[in-house]
């Protein structure tokens, strides 16, 4: 099955400052998601990506993947306490109808004010 | 849109009862949804595909007599965690699509099971 590997584990930032959390897949990525979650919390769809060198943003945050597509990078600009958070990298395991996510582990995201 | 609820957002119980979390779409049809648990500092782990009007596709290594999943309409499916142990206390959340095919999953609220 799909291995997603999110680096870094944990950040924590001064507000303002921009990060980059990335996800690496041991396989090609048919579709990949980032969410963000608050502890105890559902998942909050952020962006979706499918298609190698793809990049999207929404507000201050861009989500790109790379041309081979096993690799995509989460980056926020001028970090708020707001983007606080976990954010996790799903991917589509492909195939089929019914199509499953596996998910890393998540980046702990802390943003000081 | 696409908005999923679960409920209970909590429930303890103790040690060899049973416990039933409902996941429901509320502007959608889910001819399918799946479960995941997450412990603590952990990613999610899917436990099992949820098919409406037909048996549960479970994940290697989930018991399906033990996770009971139960479709049994295009808006809502149950999890019932039975006999539930200790090691069974978790956060539990579900997810469907509202679009079929390569498609955001959209989640519930989760439910965190505590058994004591």
């Known amino acids: 099955s799909q291995e997603l590997e999110q680096s870094p584990q944990s950040l924590i930032v001064q507000e303002g400052k921009n990060l980059t959390i990335n996800c690496t897949s041991s396989k090609t990525l048919y579709g990949l998601y980032w969410y963000k979650q608050k502890y105890g919390e559902g998942l909050i769809f952020l962006m979706m990506?499918?298609?190698?060198?793809e990049e999207k943003s929404h507000e201050k945050i861009t989500a790109k993947l790379d041309e081979k597509k096993q690799q995509s990078s989460l980056h926020i600009t001028a970090s708020q306490p707001s983007h606080a958070g976990i954010y996790l990298c799903?991917?589509?395991?492909?195939?089929?109808?019914?199509?499953?996510?596996?998910f890393g582990k998540g980046t702990l995201l802390t943003v000081n004010p | 849109g696409a908005v999923v609820s679960q409920h209970p957002s909590w429930v303890i119980c103790k040690s060899g009862t049973s416990v039933k979390i409902e996941c429901r779409s509320l502007d959608f049809q889910a001819t399918t949804m799946f479960w995941y648990r997450q412990f603590p500092k952990q990613s999610l782990m899917l436990m099992a595909t949820s098919n409406e009007g037909s048996k549960a596709t479970y994940e290697q290594g989930v018991e399906k007599d033990k996770f009971l999943i139960n479709h049994a309409s295009l808006t809502l499916s149950t999890l019932t965690v039975t006999s539930a142990h200790p090691e069974d206390s978790s956060f539990y959340i579900c997810s469907a699509r509202a679009v079929q095919g390569a498609s955001p999953l959209h989640f519930g609220n989760g439910t965190r099971l505590t058994v004591t």
């Open positions: 799903g991917a589509d395991e492909g195939g089929g109808s019914n199509y499953k996510l596996t």
């Open positions: 990506l499918q298609k190698g060198g």
